[in-house]
């Protein structure tokens, strides 16, 4: 009878060993993959891209902006650009993070379910996220969102477990710099103030709260700053951000309808993770509450936004693969039988995803390398100004003195007479120029280049 026990605690010990190896397995390669393909967009930068590039080359001549305006970016990123001035540097900086943040979820799915396992699964499904693949390889503001909202929140879960004054002021910190990376992530102290209210009953006049709203200040002071400076007001930045937003508008229930094109079928480990927490749901007490909490207000905050991108659901992507690796201890559990050929069709899913997902990026990574070849060429001409309708890429890979286009041609040959510029410099990436007919029977062109993207032509002014 004893051999019997000893038998099958061995065996259970060699599952959980093999349950073990298979998902490190899976991570190591999921690391190693982001390193190899971390500059795969080397020559393909986005609009917001090249703005993020153009204010961290400004930072370093004392300027935060650029001559098309753009100061109300979060200055976070920008910063980071400045102090590398190194595209390929910056590209695989991000690429480490993004794989720092799947060992941050790894410790706090196993730390809040004490589980190896869903540790795993949580770091396997952010790795494998296409999603986050794909703007994790962009230099943009996404995975620095996504890090600072994952280390941010498990700092204060862990001072809600431990009690310990250090953790509040980190986790505080650490959530100012997710304001000072994308002004949304406001939603994450205000989620904090709200489960420390209903934990403390309101009673929150003390020294530690005071110290921690303290550092949180104090850390996002740079917004108020730059916001006196660039709009004479101290949130200058922020008021001029809401009135950029303005021109979009998309259903509030955008979210909502696209939530499986973001999370594939995560979405139903997802809701098994969700089962059985009607009767505590409220209890302030349990540790999961703040990331319930979280998910409610960031998906509220950003639905009401009237620009909405898939991309933007990134920063809480984390919180969401937490509870789907719970749902999915429940569901191996459930299967127990079978929990050996449940792993194998997550892990092979997983990988698929990956290998796909590369593809269709290596696919994408040229779309913006004829408009960057274009702008390139600008720099060797005779002459300083140029009207264009993409305008980061004509300043900062042009070097030139940078004005859109009018939307009328009465407008435009105005615009000739006042802004006097050398060239003109037409594409179809971004906006259609209307009245393009008009500008091929009056100005010879001296570039065309053209690609299944787009269209780029430049014409000389001052040419006959």
């Known amino acids: 009878m004893l051999s019997c026990v000893i038998t099958m605690k061995e065996t259970t010990q060699n599952v959980q060993r093999f349950e073990f190896m298979l998902f490190l397995l899976v991570w190591l390669f999921l690391c190693v993959f982001r390193l190899i393909v971390f500059d795969i967009n080397k020559n393909n930068y986005f609009w917001d891209e090249v703005v993020y590039l153009a204010l961290g080359k400004n930072i370093l001549l004392g300027i935060y902006g650029m001559g098309i305006g753009e100061a109300f970016r979060p200055p976070l990123l920008p910063f980071f650009i400045s102090i590398f001035q190194n595209t390929v540097i910056v590209h695989f900086i991000l690429v480490l993070i993004g794989i720092g943040a799947s060992v941050i979820i790894y410790l706090f799915a196993k730390k809040l379910y004490k589980n190896k396992i869903a540790g795993f699964v949580a770091a396997n499904l952010l790795l494998s996220s296409g999603l986050i693949l794909y703007w994790n390889l962009k230099i943009l503001t996404d995975i620095l969102a996504l890090f600072f909202v994952l280390i941010s929140i498990y700092l204060f879960y862990l001072w809600i477990e431990k009690d310990k004054n250090s953790l509040l002021y980190s986790s505080m910190l650490f959530s100012a710099l997710g304001v000072l990376t994308r002004y949304t992530l406001i939603i994450l102290p205000v989620s904090f103030l709200i489960y420390i209210l209903l934990k403390e009953r309101f009673r929150i006049l003390n020294k530690k709260y005071a110290i921690g709203f303290f550092i949180f200040l104090l850390t996002v002071s740079p917004i108020f700053i730059l916001g006196i400076i660039n709009y004479n007001h101290p949130f200058g930045m922020l008021f ?15 979210y909502v309808i696209n939530i499986y094109e973001v999370t594939g079928i995560t979405i139903f480990l997802f809701l098994i993770g969700l089962l059985k927490i009607k009767k505590r749901f409220l209890d302030v007490k349990r540790t999961e509450y703040i990331l319930y909490l979280f998910l409610i207000l960031f998906f509220l905050g950003i639905s009401v936004i009237r620009e909405k991108q898939t991309r933007f659901l990134i920063p809480a992507l984390p919180i969401f693969f937490i509870i789907a690796s719970k749902g999915y201890l429940k569901l191996s559990k459930l299967m127990k039988r079978y929990r050996f050929f ?41 002459g300083k100004r140029v009207l264009c309708n993409s305008e980061p890429y004509c300043e900062f890979f042009g070097a030139m003195e940078v004005n859109n286009f009018t939307y009328t041609q009465e407008e435009f040959v105005k615009q000739i007479e006042e802004f006097k510029p050398d060239f003109l410099f037409v594409d179809n990436y971004h906006r259609y120029v209307e009245f393009e007919d008009f500008i091929i029977e009056k100005y010879p062109w001296i570039y065309y280049n053209t690609s299944k993207y787009g269209t780029i032509r430049i014409y000389a002014v001052n040419q006959r």
Do not use: C, P
């Open 342 to 382: 449940l792993h194998l069709v997550l892990v092979t899913i997983m990988v698929s995803i990956t290998f796909n997902n590369y593809f269709m990026i290596k696919e994408k990574s040229y779309a913006t390398e004829t408009l960057l070849h274009a702008s390139k060429f600008l720099r060797g001409l005779d």
């Open 240 to 254: 001029e951000n809401l009135h950029v937003l303005k021109t979009a508008q998309t259903s509030n229930w955008y």
